[in-house]
């Protein structure tokens, strides 16, 4: 919704050239697709306007007329998408990308594949059951339950603002649950706030749980005194994991000078640094570039697979979403679906993930459809009074009482408003909703 604001205010004047500088990072695949035949509608009632957008999503970049590919401020290459894939032979954009790159940063870049887990049928890490949370009137996540299982790779797929955050804050004990239980390791009440559950989680969030005014060094050695790592042992696990993660070149660096990419990896250098049997990863590669999402991809399945971390993330991207072992489609606090990405394919007889997502979201809608038609008809019997001279009280009280009030109001209300001093620029739910 806050993109399709932004756009509103970015035609209001009608322009001829429309810039929009990665206008989707970061949102779900409904939304996104929403955005894009909206740009698609105005582009028919306007052919002579241009549009120029940049992206880190190469599913979208392949429907466009025209590519610039870049890297580094500077121009790699240009084209129409099928143009480009046929230059590089490659079979989608994601792919032709990384064969345009410099020798030096694609050296070492291979396809990722998943190896399957070892042991199939192990223990529960974690078991959420009728897990729900409100804040106030509103509920963010109603009744979930779900169980993820020692060394699985779990994505968690939704719409922006479902949940899933709030679930995630949960399932590590940040914020305690209205209803419902969570356990870990087939047990352990998971309690806001608790050393030992916290202990055995780590947790890397979408704004990257840095110091940005502390080097690559004092973050890793910061973090291990917060979980009172002793000395020797901290020093000689923050120099595994300074290789393993390649960020010896930065250790000196400051975290808010690194690369996005090299954020991301220290990131989650610090989420694991007390070796977590659990790993929870909230949109860890939302705005990287194709290259750097694959690398941290390298990373997250040699924890799993080679060292039994269970890791349970959240993404926009598909592609990533498919190299789950099992995936869980979430919508307005509820789940819809849970399975391995092929299997909800199938069930939908969808072409892809993304389509069989999104169809899942429009199922239920039409499930609500009836309900909300018939709420719409209960409101339309009981039209509501007008509403001017109350509202006028209102803000003649808030006057009085010294308040600053900025609200965007119809032409006769706007009127009442100048006679009680009040300036009106914006929206004020808080006084409107009563109208």
């Known amino acids: 919704m806050k993109q399709k604001v932004g756009l509103c205010g970015a035609l209001v004047h009608e322009p001829d050239l429309l810039i929009l500088d990665e206008p989707t990072t970061g949102v779900d695949p409904l939304s996104r697709r929403q955005f894009w035949t909206l740009i698609d509608d105005i582009r028919k009632g306007r052919p002579g306007m241009s549009v120029v957008i940049s992206t880190a999503y190469m599913d979208e970049a392949q429907q466009w007329d025209w590519i610039v590919a870049m890297d580094a401020g500077r121009v790699l290459a240009t084209g129409t998408p099928a143009e480009l894939m046929k230059r590089t032979n490659t079979r989608d ?53 779900l169980s993820i299982e020692r060394g699985e790779i779990f994505g968690f797929l939704g719409s922006n ?39 055995h989680i780590g947790y890397m969030t979408q704004a990257f749980s840095l110091y940005g005014e502390l080097s690559v060094r004092q973050n890793l050695v910061l973090d291990a005194r917060l979980y009172h ?53 909230d949109e860890p590669t939302s705005g990287v570039d194709p290259v750097a999402r694959d690398s941290f991809w390298e990373l997250l399945i040699d924890l799993s697979r080679k060292q039994g971390v269970t890791i349970f993330v959240t993404t926009h991207f598909m592609n990533e979403a498919m190299r789950c072992d099992r995936i869980s489609l979430m919508h307005a606090g509820k789940v819809l679906a849970c399975d391995a990405p092929q299997k909800l394919i199938g069930e939908r007889g969808a072409d892809t993930l993304e389509d069989a997502f999104i169809g899942t979201w429009k199922t239920l809608l039409a499930m609500l459809r009836p ?45 009442l408003c100048r006679s009680a001093a009040i300036r009106c620029v914006w929206p004020l739910p808080s006084l409107v909703q009563h109208c």
């Open 161 to 199: 603002g479902c949940g899933k955050s709030t679930t995630m804050k949960m399932l590590t004990g940040l914020l305690p649950p209205t209803e419902g239980t969570a356990a870990l390791f087939g047990g352990q009440s998971i309690e806001a706030g608790s050393i030992e559950v916290r202990n």
């Open 371 to 415: 309900k909300t038609k018939a709420r719409t008809r209960q409101r339309s019997a009981h039209p509501r009074r007008p509403c001017s001279l109350q509202l006028s009280q209102r803000l003649r009280s808030a006057v009085r009482a010294g308040s600053v009030l900025f609200a965007c109001l119809p032409t006769r209300t706007m009127r």
């Open 229 to 281: 790592i002793p000395p020797d042992k901290a020093k000689a696990r923050i120099e595994e994991l300074v290789d393993k993660f390649g960020l010896r070149a930065h250790l000196d660096s400051l975290a808010e000078d690194l690369p996005l990419g090299m954020r991301q990896r220290l990131s989650l250098a610090v989420a694991v640094l007390h070796e977590p049997e659990l790993l929870i990863l």
């Open 93 to 145: 954009l994601e792919q032709c990308f990384i064969a345009l790159l410099p020798e030096e940063k694609r050296a070492g870049h291979k396809e990722i594949t998943i190896p399957p887990r070892v042991d199939a049928k192990s223990e529960i890490v974690i078991e959420a059951k009728d897990l729900t949370r409100r804040f106030g009137s509103f509920t963010a996540v109603d009744h979930v339950s």
